[in-house]
Antibody, heavy 116, light 107 residues
Framework: EVQLVESGGGLVQPGGSLRLSCAASGFTFSSYEMNWVRQAPGKGLEWVSY????????YYADSVKGRFTISRDNAKNSLYLQMNSLRAEDTAVYYCARWLAALDYWGQGTLVTVSS | EIVLTQSPDFQSVTPKEKVTITCRAS??????LHWYQQKPDQSPKLLIK???QSISGVPSRFSGSGSGTDFTLTINSLEAEDAATYYCHQSSSLPLTFGGGTKVEIK
């Protein structure tokens, strides 16, 4: 069974940092492209970042470029999102999602709240 | 950036009724359009990929159609468990974008 489990969310002050993790199981993690997608409270879905299976190709939404860094450790079956210079508008549930022609599996999400 | 416009924003429907949700892209995206269902307090679930391709385990009452700029998600014979928000999503070009969502309520 495919499982994606996010962790690392929490309350952080504006300008602070957080590192999100996504633990993958039930599939060959190193063969799949991965994404982070977020959802602000009561709002729709927003794509954040993409990473290829090897980690060699990375893309970001303009809203996070220069502040967020996506990475992966295929040996540990894990995906990461390092978030720096956080702003109030980054408050959201962050989902990791596997890419196979579409976002075919999603984790349960981890809530990031940016507030003083 | 490709903008996806969904309509309607909200729909209140009686069980067994047919539901049609449309998604219009701001430019042609071929068939690179996918549909997701998100129930309250749950993560999104893939329903349809590439406009009309079915997903294993998804009930056959869900179907998709369209290409280019105009797409449709159809739910035939709505069931109570289909109460959710439905999103379209394009993968034709970066940034990946989503429609604003259509909330389906059961009367």
């Amino acid at each position: 069974e495919v499982q994606l489990v996010e962790s690392g969310g929490g309350l952080v002050q504006p300008g602070g940092s957080l590192r999100l993790s996504c633990a993958a199981s039930g599939f060959t993690f190193s063969s799949y492209e991965m994404n982070w997608v977020r959802q602000a409270p009561g709002k729709g879905l927003e794509w954040v970042s993409y990473i290829s299976s090897s980690g060699s190709t990375i893309y970001y939404a303009d809203s996070v470029k220069g502040r967020f860094t996506i990475s992966r450790d295929n040996a540990k079956n894990s995906l990461y999102l390092q978030m720096n210079s956080l702003r109030a508008e980054d408050t959201a549930v962050y989902y990791c999602a596997r890419w196979l022609a579409a976002l075919d599996y999603w984790g349960q999400g981890t809530l990031v709240t940016v507030s003083s | 950036e490709i903008v996806l416009t969904q309509s309607p924003d909200f729909q209140s429907v009686t069980p067994k009724e047919k539901v049609t949700i449309t998604c219009r892209a701001s430019q042609s995206i071929g068939s690179s359009l996918h549909w997701y269902q998100q129930k309250p307090d749950q993560s999104p679930k893939l329903l349809i990929k590439y406009a009309s391709q079915s997903i294993s385990g998804v009930p056959s009452r869900f179907s998709g159609s369209g290409s280019g700029t105009d797409f449709t998600l159809t739910i035939n014979s709505l069931e109570a468990e289909d109460a959710a928000t439905y999103y379209c999503h394009q993968s034709s070009s970066l940034p990946l974008t989503f429609g604003g969502g259509t909330k389906v309520e059961i009367k």
